[in-house]
């Protein structure tokens, strides 16, 4: 059974820095573009970051670039978000999800699969 599952969400100073993690399993994960979402309370979900499915390409929502990176480690069917300067406002649930792209119109190339989130608050 194809499984998404997010870790490394927690409390966080304004500034500060957390590293989000997906971890695959059912499938190799590196048949898909997987990319990251964001749901803030009372907000649309919002697309967050992609990468493709060799991780030769990436793409990010304007709130965050600069400040986040996202990374894939394929043989350990992984897929990263190094988060920093966290702000206030980036506030939110944070899923994964495959895509059926990683290229134009990204943000709303969610795939079938998604998992359960990582909560992140940043707040001092």
């Known amino acids: 059974q194809l499984q998404l599952v997010e870790s490394g969400g927690g409390l966080v100073q304004p500034g500060g820095s957390l590293r989000l993690s997906c971890a695959a399993s059912g499938f190799t994960a590196d048949y898909y573009a997987i990319g990251w979402f964001r749901q803030a309370p009372g907000k649309e979900r919002e697309g967050v970051s992609c990468?493709?499915?060799?991780?030769?390409?990436?793409n990010y929502a304007d709130s965050v670039k600069g400040r986040f990176t996202i990374s894939r480690d394929n043989p350990n069917n992984s897929v990263y978000l190094q988060m920093n300067s966290l702000k206030p406002e980036d506030t939110a649930v944070y899923y994964c999800?495959?895509?059926?792209?990683?290229?134009?119109?990204?943000?709303?190339?969610?795939?079938?699969?998604w998992g359960r989130g990582t909560q992140v608050i940043v707040s001092s």
């Open positions: 999800a495959t895509m059926t792209r990683c290229g134009g119109g990204w943000s709303i190339a969610q795939g079938d699969y």
């Open positions: 990468i493709t499915s060799s991780g030769g390409s990436t």
